[in-house]
């Protein structure tokens, strides 16, 4: 039971790029969620979803955009990098008792 | 605005002795989380507290909410020098969907 697997696990991107972090979750949990950390802010929640083909904003969804057609997997794409999201991204999934969490991405935008 | 807010913001105690830790949070709650997170990993869920519960217990960790002052504590006896981390505290608001963390408490338990 793999549980929540988010790829790549470091990526340093030049500003204007984009890219696509991975997140699949093997446990058919329905809510799923990602989050930045950034030093002395906690987890900021940016988009999330109670199900396939559901999808909505969190406390900072700007510059980011995800989908979900499949309960397994819920990909965050940034359109267009910038310096501001350099930072640490978490996917998590959850049924009813609380978070599983991926082991996070730490992404570098020069 | 962030919905959690953990207080304070760093503590450190002698091993053995017992860390509290406040979380206050700002509208009405389905339920409430705590959660850990070791120095460049991922969360664990630590204990899930509801909006009709007013104490739960996990091994060394003890939880109390009072939706009146919108205000949950973590305690945990018995310090370990493993018990440091950082302890967050979610909340599931009752108005949407959205699980908002706090800043965090910073714990550190020395030798």
């Known amino acids: 039971n793999a549980g929540v697997t988010q790829t790549p696990k470091f990526q340093v991107l030049k500003t204007g790029q984009s890219m696509t972090l991975q997140c699949a979750q093997d446990?058919?949990?329905?809510?799923m969620s990602w989050y930045r950390q950034d030093p002395g802010m906690g987890l900021r929640l940016i988009h999330y979803?109670?199900?396939?083909?559901?999808?909505d904003q969190g406390e900072v969804p700007n510059g980011y955009n995800v989908s979900r057609s499949t309960t397994e997997d819920f990909p965050l794409r940034l359109l267009s990098a910038a310096p501001s999201q350099t930072s640490v991204y978490f996917c998590?999934?959850?049924?009813?008792?609380?978070?599983?969490f991926g082991s996070g991405t730490r992404l570098t935008v020069v | 605005s962030q919905q959690g807010e953990e207080d304070p913001q760093a503590l450190s105690i002698q091993e053995g002795e017992n860390a509290t830790m406040n979380c206050s949070y700002k509208?009405?709650?389905?339920?409430l989380q705590w959660y850990r997170q070791n120095s460049g990993r991922g969360l664990v869920h630590l204990i899930l507290?509801?909006?009709?519960?007013r104490e739960k217990h996990s091994g060394r960790l003890r939880v109390t909410l009072d939706t009146s002052k919108k205000s949950s504590s973590l305690l945990i006896t018995a310090s370990r020098a493993a018990d440091t981390a950082s302890y967050f505290c979610?909340?599931?608001?009752?108005?949407?969907?959205?699980?908002?963390f706090g800043k965090g408490t910073r714990l550190h338990i020395l030798p």
């Open positions: 998590a999934s959850s049924y009813l008792d609380g978070y599983t």
């Open positions: 446990m058919n949990h329905e809510y």
């Open positions: 979803s109670v199900g396939a083909g559901i999808t």
């Open positions: 509208t009405s709650i389905n339920n």
């Open positions: 507290i509801r909006s009709n519960e």
């Open positions: 979610a909340t599931d608001a009752e108005r949407d969907d959205k699980i908002i």
